[in-house]
């Protein structure tokens, strides 16, 4: 019997992708429909989809490295008012994205470390899990405005 999706139910889209930097517009297209679906303004819809590239880019950068074999699982959770993007990797533990300590001045300007602070100054939520039985995994939530 095939599951059916109601009203009240949050939506599900599922990527699977290889850790290949040339893959990532594939990931913005989905965030980019889905934000302008949800009602995001041209700004927090542009400014989503760059925070989420940060991510993607962040993962490949230093979990996976030189790997290009490890899948990144990207899971788009989509509510009325509540886009809920969760990336998973089971690349290094860890893997230089630590949420927590990196703390920077935007207008600093110094290479490295700048997508963390782009990614925590635009979303709502992030939530960061470094896991190496359980893969490492990202929430990251921004609310319709």
């Known amino acids: 019997m095939a599951e059916e999706i109601t009203e009240d139910m949050a939506e599900e889209i599922v990527l699977k992708i290889p850790s290949r930097a040339r893959h990532l517009h594939l990931i913005r297209g989905v965030a980019d429909s889905l934000a302008s679906e949800m009602g995001f303004s041209d700004r927090e819809r542009n400014r989503t989809v760059l925070a989420l590239d940060e991510a993607c880019a962040n993962i490949i950068r230093h979990s996976c490295g030189e790997n290009s074999n490890i899948i990144i699982d990207i899971t788009f959770t989509v509510t009325e008012e509540l886009l ?33 602070c782009i990614i925590k100054s635009v979303m709502d939520t992030v939530e960061y899990t470094p896991d190496p039985k359980n893969g490492n995994v990202l929430v990251v939530t921004k609310k319709v405005c």
């Open 84 to 116: 809920t993007i969760t990336l998973r990797d089971f690349g290094k533990c860890g893997g230089g994205l630590d949420i927590e300590k990196i703390e920077r001045d935007l207008g600093e300007v110094k290479p490295g470390g700048l997508g963390v």
